[in-house]
């Protein structure tokens, strides 16, 4: 079961909103079909959602139908309308730019297929960095996860929140292959219930010991010594180690504090956003607000109460005990050793 | 809209478990209808329980169809299954031991309808009692709620959870009807929803401003420094302060305390329980797997997932900066404090 699937010269995006009830897919044959199955979270999870976007980019100039004059205005529409999906997920628009200059790099191709042929295989290899990245990720925090230990984990950081493998859920996977003993404790993660939904479905089917708890028991099971660790991913890092992920981790982190509870975010480099220089200039997104008045599509409140819904929150790199990378392992002080990963080839 | 109405010889007792959706009621004709109400949570909130399992008894009184010789005996019975429905708020043990007094004191009573005249008169007391306190509760609290405060709530400690008014929702009310110009977030409270379903819908009856918030959303919040103060009620508190309430409680309390935050527990007196020492001796009911699996109904994850789910968690003295009652306002040191607020007449 995979996020996303290139069949030629169509995207085919696993309905995530369904699962794990039904398994519905979207066939994207056009970027209006990526950028709307983005912007519904039928796709989400900070690298999936650049690597969707990368294809959506080169569906973008498969599409096309005038000339080759033509195409690079076109294609800045196909970007801009891309990056409005969502404004969080910082591996949004490092993809796209990637494409942006590959495609820059196109211009003395005349053949249009041949310019096609370039982007096609730009977002695979992409896709490809990622499949290795998680990987790498894998190892390296693989090396930080105690024998027997219990982790909790928020959201859905598995192998359908990017090309394959996942980010934390990486890390579960290679300390589970490692043989470890290791037992997840996945949050719920109301509203759009990806924990409940998504990663309970990603462990068990690769029978990896896991136990759903709701967003409110975190403080419960630590205050009762049952977390080792927490690990969770990230949508934008900033360059002081601050990082946006899904709303209910800064909770989380704070409670990992207070009970002395190691706290770590597994992410690829391209999560880091040496631009923005704390969490606090990065954007959080609002989402609609029936979200909240709903689970999975019941009504659970009363139609005209008002409610707040964002998206993300931003954790302070003082929560952080380490920044997993397929580079390595960053700890503070974050705005240094972020800098010198990032100059690392 | 009440939790409870006595119709002469029936509880009518309004099914929680359907709101805001459906308003549906159960006629309770026997005690055992209102140990069920109480099981599936179709009444719910520790002193509401405590009137409803008051009244329960008082049914068992009146069903019985033996001499007066074997009521006691049967009676036994009905306290014995009406105790079994909930452990951990103790307004239910509380409310049925007054009964049990009441019930004592009858023995010289022959007349059967006499000993069951009583009965409801002690349950009516009961209720009466709640009434009166929870407004007591709202006058005192009232004293602590700043002008314009933004507060934070988890759960239903409101009219539905009690008799009439409410706990933390009556201090809310009060402070509301003083002209405060106050605010309320109202936490969803995962996995029964009751602050989704009950709390807004009670505030948006009362024209008290509310805005709905998922659990994981109130340390982001915080954070960004939009709540003034919390509270909440309770289901037990031990002589030491600690005090169990709805899961996710512990979770609020630690992040309130990290940001500077104040946060009281409103209850009347009948939940303060000398017996208990600390937090540590209050048993902790686990509700049912799929309450965790399911959302209002639907399924929200795998039906094979490995679920958690503790209905309470208990929240430590040290975190509570006070216990708002129908006597006045305890602070620490609670050991001290709060057995001189129960001899106090």
């Known amino acids: 079961m995979k996020a996303l699937e290139w069949l030629g010269n169509t995207l085919r995006i696993l309905n995530q909103t369904k699962l794990p009830v039904e398994i519905v897919y979207r066939d994207a044959v056009s970027y209006q079909d990526v950028a709307e199955a983005i912007e519904n979270m039928e796709v989400r999870g900070a690298p999936a959602i650049g690597a969707a ?17 033509g195409l690079s205005s076109f294609m800045e529409l196909v970007q801009d309308r891309l990056e409005a999906t969502r404004p969080t997920a910082v591996n949004l628009f490092w993809a796209l730019r990637r494409m942006e200059d590959r495609f820059r790099e196109c211009r003395e191709i005349e053949d249009l ?43 859905n950081a598995g192998a359908l929140a990017t090309v394959e493998y996942g980010t934390a859920l990486g890390v579960i996977r290679a300390a589970h292959e490692a ?38 028991m975190a403080g419960y ?26 709303i209910g981790t800064y909770s989380v982190a704070v409670l990992a504090h207070a009970h002395g509870i190691p706290f770590y975010v597994a992410a690829p480099t391209s999560t880091i956003d040496l631009k923005v220089a704390s969490g606090q ?5 609002q989402r609609p607000d029936d979200e909240m008045r709903e689970c999975f599509g019941v009504q659970t409140a009363p139609a005209e109460v008002k409610v707040y819904n964002p998206a993300f929150d931003v ?31």
């Open 221 to 246: 099971l630590m205050q009762q010594g049952k977390i080792d660790l927490v690990i969770v991913g990230a949508d934008r890092i900033a360059a002081n180690g601050d990082t946006a992920n899904k």
């Open 315 to 345: 954790t302070p790199a003082k929560y952080i005990t380490g920044i997993i990378t397929e580079k390595g392992i960053v700890v503070a002080p974050y705005s240094v050793n972020l800098l010198k990963l990032m100059v690392r080839s």
């Open 53 to 69: 976007a990368a294809y959506g980019f080169a569906l973008g100039a498969l599409e096309y139908q005038g000339d080759r004059d």
């Open 281 to 285: 200039e990065i954007p959080i997104e």
């Open 113 to 155: 297929s041949e310019v096609r042929r370039v982007l096609i295989e730009e977002a695979d290899r992409i896709a490809e960095d990622d499949r290795r990245m998680n990987r790498l990720i894998g190892k390296y925090g693989n090396e930080i996860v105690p024998e027997k230990a219990n982790i909790l984990t928020h959201c």
């Open 179 to 216: 043989g470890k003993g290791i037992h997840v404790y996945a949050d719920e993660t109301r509203p759009f219930l990806q924990g409940a939904r998504l990663t309970t479905m990603e462990l068990l089917r690769d029978k990896i010991p896991v136990t759903l708890i709701a967003d409110s």
